[in-house]
Structure formats: structure tokens, C-alpha cells
């Protein structure tokens, strides 16, 4: 059954999401600078100046705090919060989805 979308459910999603994704990009800054380290220090003892490993590191971070960011949300989806859970529901009957719809 659908329930009403109160400002007290809204936060407490919220929370859920933002709680995880403070932790994921926790995470994303570590490993971007670990591995932004790397390849500038291999970069630099290559010696490619600094503005091209800027150039090439700064990218690499972003995909790592994007990648990381769709992990909070995997995590919530199907959470229960007490009163109410969560999930994905289809907009079409089961009989109409096509075989490749679990992608």
C-alpha cells in the first residue's frame, strides 16, 4: 500500500542516504589522493609537468567519487525503516516486462 509523503518520511530517507554518502565520499577522497599520489608521483618522475598530471589525475577523482556515490543509494533502496520500506515498483504488470528488464 502507498503511504503519504510526509516531511518526517522524506527526512528520515534522507538521513539514511546522506549518513552513507557522507561515508562514500569519505572514502572517494582517500582513494582518489592515494591513487591521484600514485600516478603523480609516476607521472612526475617521468617528468610530465604538473598542469598534464592536474590535467589527468583531476578526472580520475571524479570518476572514483561518482562510481563510489551510487553505493549509498544501492544501500537504502530495499532498507526497512520501521513504519515503511523502500523499494522499486514497476509501473507495468509483470506480463508486459521484457526479458531484459533485470539489467
Same mark, same amino acid.
Given at each position: 500500500?502507498?503511504?503519504?509523503? +510526509?516531511?518526517?518520511?522524506?527526512?528520515?530517507?534522507?538521513?539514511?542516504? %546522506?549518513?552513507?554518502? #557522507?561515508?562514500? #565520499?569519505?572514502?572517494?577522497?582517500?582513494?582518489?589522493? $592515494?591513487?591521484?599520489? $600514485?600516478?603523480? %608521483? =609516476? &607521472?612526475? &618522475? #617521468?617528468?610530465?609537468?604538473?598542469?598534464?598530471?592536474? /590535467? =589527468?589525475? *583531476?578526472?580520475?577523482?571524479?570518476? $572514483?567519487?561518482? *562510481?563510489?556515490? $551510487?553505493?549509498?543509494? !544501492?544501500?537504502?533502496?530495499? !532498507?526497512? /525503516?520501521? !513504519? %515503511?520500506? #523502500?523499494?522499486?515498483?514497476?509501473?507495468?504488470?509483470? +506480463?508486459?516486462?521484457?526479458?531484459?528488464?533485470?539489467?
Amino acid at each position: 500500500m502507498e503511504m503519504e509523503i +510526509t516531511w518526517g518520511n522524506v527526512i528520515r530517507v534522507w538521513w539514511a542516504y %546522506f549518513w552513507r554518502n #557522507l561515508i562514500a #565520499l569519505i572514502a572517494a577522497v582517500v582513494i582518489g589522493a $592515494i591513487v591521484g599520489g $600514485i600516478l603523480g %608521483f =609516476v &607521472m612526475g &618522475m #617521468l617528468g610530465v609537468p604538473v598542469t598534464t598530471i592536474q /590535467f =589527468v589525475t *583531476a578526472p580520475i577523482g571524479a570518476a $572514483i567519487g561518482i *562510481a563510489l556515490s $551510487i553505493i549509498p543509494m !544501492k544501500l537504502i533502496l530495499g !532498507k526497512d /525503516f520501521g !513504519k %515503511f520500506r #523502500l523499494v522499486l515498483v514497476s509501473n507495468t504488470p509483470s +506480463t508486459q516486462r521484457s526479458v531484459g528488464a533485470n539489467l
